[in-house]
């Protein structure tokens, strides 16, 4: 383990792919605006463009994407003053340390990715050198700004190790001390948000039916709506957490509410247990409406003056810089490069 003691700092990020989600609020912006606020980390947010890349997109969309994403971060409450917000691609350090955690990490431990496995599934040879070396870049994301913690939802865990281990093994072949050995933080009741017609399934923008999830640019009377409309089953709410085993429609409702309201599962049982779904989800969707409805309207009057957001991008990137850079400049002192000479 480190012996350094690095200052405080949380890295996270998010692809601009498209069609933020409830889940995405409530499993990452949410999150990433309590880590913000606390006081006790600086905090650094990313639209991570890059990985976007590692499949295929549409240039135009891809802009917009990353604009619309950046609006999200800000309408949910991350502010650009207390939180550096960047967009990947314009902080080149990123890509500068990817490519030497290429050269630390092995090709066996990406190819135990299972992220990687997924995704590529049985047309391997097909997927893009980008996709299988995708872990690589998220450690650099990470190390670049010497993070000691990542909110990380479970999907993402395992590339969280392997950022431990690149650190690790660069640490060991050089004989330093440099790199963190960063920690994830996974926790609150919703990190992982299920779809509202398949309790078993990740509410996910790519599932074909729109009612499965709520985006985050539904106006108040479609979040309700479908809220109504979520799929439950036709027993009453239990009155402890344990009563919403093998009912995974109820637990998601449940874990939505909880997180929304910032409320453990237990207390929202305490309060709604033995209440049918009738009953409890007009006040989830009260509840949802009230949260959801001013970032979503924030949302749009940003994108209607995609100006603002590109300013505040740039100067989230001369921020990030201040800190890439020279963490940057170490790496390639101790690997053994010639640093250019300055100006």
Known sequence: MSQTRFAPRVFSGIQPS????????????????????????????????????????????????????????????????????????QVP??????????????????????QWKDKAGKNAEKASLGLFAYPSLMAADILVY????????????????????????????????????????IEGAATRVMSLRDGSKKM???????????????????????????????EALPSEADGLKDRPEARNLVNIYAAM???????????????????????????????LAPISTEMARLMDDTAEIDRILARGAERARAITAPILKQTYEIIGMVAPVEA
């Open 261 to 291: 309201a910032n409320m453990s599962v237990d207390q929202v049982l305490a309060e709604h247990g033995g209440a049918q779904f009738g009953t409890f989800k007009p006040a989830l969707a009260d509840l949802a409406v009230a949260h």
């Open 93 to 114: 350090e990123h890509a500068q340390l990817g490519w030497v955690f290429n050269c630390v990490a092995r090709m066996g431990w990406m190819g135990r990715m299972t």
């Open 146 to 185: 010497h993070a000691t913690h990542v909110p990380v939802g479970e999907d993402q865990k395992q590339h969280l190790e392997l950022t431990r281990d690149i650190a690790t093994k660069f640490n060991h072949d050089y004989g330093v001390d440099f790199f963190p050995i960063t920690e994830p933080v």
């Open 18 to 89: 498209g069609g933020l989600t409830l889940g995405n609020y409530l499993g990452a912006l949410k999150r990433f605006v309590d880590m913000q606020d606390t006081g006790d980390f600086e905090t650094i947010y990313c639209m991570v463009d890059l990985h976007a890349i590692t499949v295929w997109q549409d240039p135009e969309k891809l802009r917009h994407n990353t604009r619309e994403l950046a609006a999200g971060f800000i309408a949910s409450g991350i502010d650009p003053e207390k939180s550096v917000l960047i967009n990947q691609s």
């Open 204 to 234: 996910s923008k790519s599932d074909p039916s729109d009612a499965s999830r709520i985006n985050m640019t539904d106006d108040a009377d479609t979040i309700a709506k479908k809220i109504r409309k979520a799929k439950t089953d036709p």
